[in-house]
């Protein structure tokens, strides 16, 4: 069992930045792949960025790359999202995941979720 809790939304102007940050439980972190996701009311969550266990591999939405930047820190069982140049159309309920099958980008592939965190870009 893995659990997930994110930190590091609110609202920020156009243009600003924000880091996101997931902190897992468990001893196994570096086992698992990780996600971040985000979800609009009425859309299905979207794919945003995921990285191997490792950190050697990483994999970008082309909506966001460029701006955004995956990472983790393994010894902290902490996974970041660094959000640069953030729009308007970033605003979203941001969520992180664990993968046991590798670097996904699927959501339902994902094994565990975290409850999210309110990212609210203004214009």
């Known amino acids: 069992q893995v659990q997930l809790v994110e930190s590091g939304g609110g609202l920020v102007q156009a243009g600003g930045s924000l880091r996101l940050s997931c902190a897992a439980s468990?001893?196994?972190?570096?086992?698992?792949?990780m996600g971040w996701f985000r979800q609009t009311p009425g859309k299905e969550r979207e794919f945003v960025a995921a990285?191997?266990?490792?950190?050697?591999?990483?994999y970008y939405a082309d909506s966001v790359k460029g701006r955004f930047t995956i990472s983790r820190d393994n010894a902290k069982n902490t996974v970041y999202l660094q959000m640069n140049s953030l729009k308007p159309e970033d605003t979203a309920v941001y969520y992180c995941?664990?993968?046991?099958?590798?670097?996904?980008?699927?959501?339902?592939?994902?094994?565990?979720w975290g409850q999210g965190t309110q990212v609210t870009v203004s214009s």
């Open positions: 995941a664990a993968s046991s099958g590798g670097l996904v980008l699927r959501a339902p592939l994902y094994d565990y």
């Open positions: 468990g001893r196994t972190f570096s086992s698992y792949a």
């Open positions: 990285i191997s266990g490792s950190g050697g591999s990483t």
